[in-house]
């Protein structure tokens, strides 16, 4: 006979349980903020928008540079980077299939993910995309609109779009985060910062 226990995974530390609240917290007021100003008072009045987008602008530059250094300080930036079992370019078909099809008809994901393994090869490519790429083009834009220079209206029209491609990011993000073994499971990974892994035990025989 054999009874079935829980034992928590760590997967993320306090101050990237932080950082993650504080940053998407701070994209969606931005995105608010980002649409009223495009729109004037579709949600927000205009100066409002204005004072809500240079503040979470601020807070998102400092968090991004706080990220960045924790990263390469406690050497997690590696969980960012590719591996021979990621199975570059099909892993990432692989996961997208699961996300489209295969979740329907089964809970096994196709790559394991773990304390030293956090991300799927799918997710690598996002995040990469992101972290590195979509957000310092944002916030160098950003501060290029708020402090004025030569190349202004390159400037404006790449913050609206990568602001536009930021805005799909969090739907996606929000539907992702529900793909775990349960809705909600990593949702509470994140609040809490362990993972729920079941583990089987032989139990002990009955005298």
Do not use: C
Request: net charge positive.
């Amino acid at each position: 006979m054999k009874t079935q226990k829980n034992t928590n995974v760590v997967m993320f530390t306090l101050m990237e349980r932080l950082w993650h609240w504080i940053q998407a917290f701070s994209m969606i007021m931005l995105s608010i903020s980002g649409i009223s100003i495009h729109w004037p008072g579709a949600i927000l009045g205009m100066e409002t928008a204005h004072s809500m987008h240079h503040l979470f602008g601020y807070i998102v530059a400092i968090n991004f540079a706080v990220w960045f250094l924790y990263m390469l300080a406690t050497k997690r930036i590696h969980y960012y980077l590719p591996k021979r079992a990621d199975e570059y370019p099909m892993g990432i078909f692989k996961q997208a299939k699961f996300y489209l099809i295969d979740i329907y008809f089964t809970n096994k994901h196709p790559y394991h993910v773990g304390p030293e393994n956090r991300m799927n090869p799918m997710q690598k490519v996002a995040y990469v995309s992101v972290m590195f790429l979509a957000m310092p083009a944002q916030i160098i834009t950003g501060f290029v609109l708020m402090f004025g220079g030569a190349s202004v209206h390159t400037a404006l029209l790449v913050h609206v779009l990568v602001g536009a491609f930021f805005v799909l990011f969090i739907f996606g993000h929000m539907y992702l985060a529900t793909t775990g073994h349960t809705p909600l499971a990593l949702f509470k990974e994140m609040i809490h910062g362990y993972e729920e892994d079941l583990v089987k035990e032989p139990a002990k025989e009955e005298k």
